[in-house]
């Protein structure tokens, strides 16, 4: 290579880096708005089967897209809405208004937990006190701050999602449209393609999450009724949507259920009621967890995105070590889209044959 190929090719590699630098601090700008649009899809995915069912009963396209939203909305706020009693609930049980009954409801709790404990050989007393004093404080002033920012960008977040969740649902076309200009004219079939079966399958593995939801919402309010838990259904509703996260959210709905058992028994006896009944509940649950483990995601994996559980576990499993919890949710959805258009444009691939021979 002589020195003037050389230099050319030192500039290009400057101008790619260049580039690629202010693509990234373009990206981290509207990171909030590109959050915003994948959002509207996977909600517009989730509404395209209930838009769909309402434009063959003769809905305008307009009229379907506006029910679609409205229904959604509905679902979600009415969610939100029967969180509030609990929440209210518990805040009343452990009187968290006031510092003095709080603290000799949770002393109470602590106390008959280390007597239980002690005749096992362990002193939970100790282990509180070390903890309680490795604890540091002085992030409470900031996580408020958090909290309130956090609530004002979520009621602007909404308004965003319904608002471009709308256009994706009225116009079904626009989503695609977006993709193509960035799309080659060699490569413009291969993406349209693409682009619907990913839509044909995520739609499937979305409406498959709400019968998983729903199977484990059936068992978990069974289990909270039989046991006399208050708010049951509301309880077992949030611990169903917990499972959305694989893995992690069962074991968060596994403590919840177990805080919220515990502090709704206070006034009983504890090694007489509060702890068998919360070690009812708990095998309940765990009842619940392997019938979704061993039978609903089996079934919901296999017949939307045509994809093994052991594949679908690996997958998940290097989605959370990458990017965390967040990674877990997006793992199988974006795998999919991945095995959809590595078939298209690497059919021929033996690795790709073995991994899409069910699409």
Request: charged content about 10%; overall charge positive; aromatic content about 12%.
């Amino acid at each position: 290579m002589n020195p003037k190929e050389l230099t050319r090719a030192i500039v290009q590699a400057f101008l790619i880096i260049v580039l690629l630098i202010g693509l990234y601090q373009v990206v981290v700008s509207i990171q909030s708005v590109i959050f915003y649009l994948l959002i509207a899809a996977v909600v517009s995915l989730i509404g395209r089967p209930i838009a769909q069912l309402l434009k063959r009963v003769k809905f305008g396209n307009t009229l379907s897209s506006v029910m679609t939203i409205a229904i959604l909305m509905t679902t979600f706020f009415g969610i939100v809405s029967l969180l509030l009693p609990v929440i209210f609930e518990q805040a009343k049980n452990l009187s968290l208004l006031n510092v003095n009954a709080f603290e000799a409801t949770a002393t109470k709790l602590i106390n008959e937990l280390s007597i239980y404990l002690r005749d096992y050989g362990v002193d939970l007393q100790s282990w509180v006190d070390r903890s309680l004093a490795e604890v540091d404080y002085s992030f409470l002033p900031d996580a408020i701050n958090t909290v309130l920012n956090g609530l004002s960008g979520f009621t602007i977040g909404v308004f965003s999602v319904i608002f471009i969740s709308f256009f994706f649902l009225k116009d079904s076309g626009l989503l695609e449209r977006m993709v193509m200009v960035f799309v080659t004219d060699k490569n413009v079939k291969g993406v349209e393609k693409s682009i619907l079966s990913i839509k044909n399958l995520l739609s499937r593995y979305f409406i498959g999450l709400l019968v998983q939801i729903t199977v484990l919402f059936i068992i978990y309010t069974l289990v909270l009724l039989i046991f006399g838990i208050p708010n049951a259904v509301t309880i077992a509703l949030v611990c169903a949507l917990l499972n959305i996260i694989p893995f992690l959210g069962p074991i968060i709905g596994t403590v919840l259920i177990i805080f919220l058992t515990m502090t709704s028994n206070l006034d009983a006896s504890f090694a007489s009621v509060t702890l068998p009944k919360t070690i009812y509940v708990l095998i309940g649950f765990t009842i619940g967890q392997l019938i979704d483990n061993f039978l609903t995601q089996p079934y919901v994996f296999s017949t939307s995105v045509k994809s093994h559980p052991l594949e679908i576990f690996i997958v998940i499993l290097i989605g959370g070590l990458l990017f965390g919890p967040l990674g877990m949710i997006i793992a199988v959805p974006s795998y999919t889209a991945l095995k959809v258009i590595f078939k298209e444009f690497y059919a021929h691939n033996k690795i790709v044959k073995a991994l899409t021979k069910n699409i």
